[in-house]
Nanobody, 127 residues
Framework: QVQLVESGGGLVQAGGSLRLSCAVSGRTSTSVVMAWFRQAPGKERELVAVISKTGAYTNYAQSVKDRFTISRDNAKNTVYLQMNTLKPEDTAVYLC????????????????????WGQGTQVTVSS
């Protein structure tokens, strides 16, 4: 069983930055592909970024490319999402997800393929 706990959300002005963290317990983080998804009110859950078990591969939603960076520190069993130049449309609950299968760009872009989820952390960007 894997437990995921997100932190780092909050209220920020447009153009600002936040760094989200996701602490992994129950399994070593090197055994799971990790991802950040987000869900805004009335909208479907969407992939923000995903990182392979070793960190060799990453994939981003087009809307956050060049603004967000996903990274992992396997020694600390933690995954991060650095969010820069935030926009009001980035406002959402951000959820950390994990899956133990081998990394696949297409497979791990879909929320239904993740087994483990955190509770989420709210990010609100004011204009």
């Amino acid at each position: 069983q894997v437990q995921l706990v997100e932190s780092g959300g909050g209220l920020v002005q447009a153009g600002g930055s936040l760094r989200l963290s996701c602490a992994v317990s129950g399994r070593t983080s090197t055994s799971v592909v990790m991802a950040w998804f987000r869900q805004a009110p009335g909208k479907e859950r969407e992939l923000v970024a995903v990182i392979s078990k070793t960190g060799a591969y990453t994939n981003y939603a087009q809307s956050v490319k060049d603004r967000f960076t996903i990274s992992r520190d396997n020694a600390k069993n933690t995954v991060y999402l650095q969010m820069n130049t935030l926009k009001p449309e980035d406002t959402a609950v951000y959820l950390c997800a994990a899956d133990g299968r081998s990394y696949s760009r297409s497979f791990h872009s879909r929320s239904q393929n993740y087994i483990y989820w955190g509770q989420g952390t709210q990010v609100t960007v004011s204009s």
